[in-house]
């Protein structure tokens, strides 16, 4: 890895930092950065020198003080740089975590992703477990990302291969739900020219009413513009609740892209986030996912949903 210190003129306060709520910083560390990868790294391989278990901790967290009440009263700490993978691999990484933010970069702000390989030749796992609380937000690469209105805030290259993503959540998450997507869970950055190829699996084991859990095979929740995008692999349930209606039990939304719209902002929550009033926009994407009928759970997929926009 290298950092790149040269300026950028329009953009001078993004920090990696931590903040409680969106007033208070608690503290700070460097300035807008901009880091390039510049080798092939293999976390299976990693880990083996160093004789320790293949579990990578998401880069960047959160909690939402507020429990599953409505208005947000978060405490995170996020990656608000630039990244470029420069189109070499990030490689065999395991996550168990019971984060609200789970992906190789839990939670960003502002930041800018380019040119990112994100693969698994040893069938690796991403996966929520079933401990976590509160809403939360599970992806490939990022599990939140906030585009914060800065318009240099994009995905750009970049794809996730090889990989099962598991939503295995016990606990009902309250306001915001849940979010689940082959390259990010939730976001309002625009997407693209990037792919996502994985298997996700959805085990939650909540099912009160008003529970919302959002799958795509692109982005969980997404408010933005996606351009010239892949999205294959599968979707399956293996939860043991039965759709009923929403206010009898918890729904799962499914889409090859994108499953659904509806982004948590409020609270501390709002001036990191950005606008999530933006108009969904799908263009010259194409998905081929293995899906579960709707309505069924418990069951292995049986219908593939081919789309072209």
Known sequence: ???????????????????????????????????????????????????????????????????????????????????????????????????????????????????????????????????????????????????????????????????????????????GGGSVGGLVGMTNMDITNCSAVTDIIINIGYNGPYQNLRVGGIAGVFRGAVRYCYAGGSMRSTAKSWYNSYDRGANIWMGGLVGGIVMRNSGGLATLVGDVSRVLKVENCYSYVEMPKRGKANEAPTAWESSVC
């Open 1 to 175: 890895m290298s950092q790149n210190k040269w300026g950028w003129n329009t953009f001078k306060d993004k920090y990696t930092y931590q903040v409680y709520g969106d007033t208070r910083t608690v503290s700070g560390s460097g300035k807008e950065l901009y880091w390039n990868q510049t080798h092939d790294l293999n976390a299976s391989s990693e880990y083996r020198t160093l004789g320790k278990t293949n579990n990578f901790t998401p880069i960047g967290s959160m909690h939402d003080n507020a429990g599953s009440t409505a208005t947000a009263d978060p405490t995170m700490s996020y990656f608000a740089s630039h990244y470029d993978g420069q189109a070499y691999t990030i490689k065999n990484v395991e996550i168990h975590s019971n984060a609200e933010c789970v992906g190789i970069f839990g939670i960003t702000v502002g930041a800018t992703v380019k040119n990112v390989v994100v693969y698994s030749d040893e069938g690796n796992v991403i996966e929520a477990t079933k401990d976590g609380v509160s809403w939360y937000c599970v992806g490939g690469l990022v599990g939140f990302a906030a585009g914060r209105d800065n318009p240099a805030s994009v995905f750009t290259n970049c794809t996730v291969s090889g990989y099962t993503i598991q939503d295995n959540h016990a606990n009902a998450p309250g306001w």
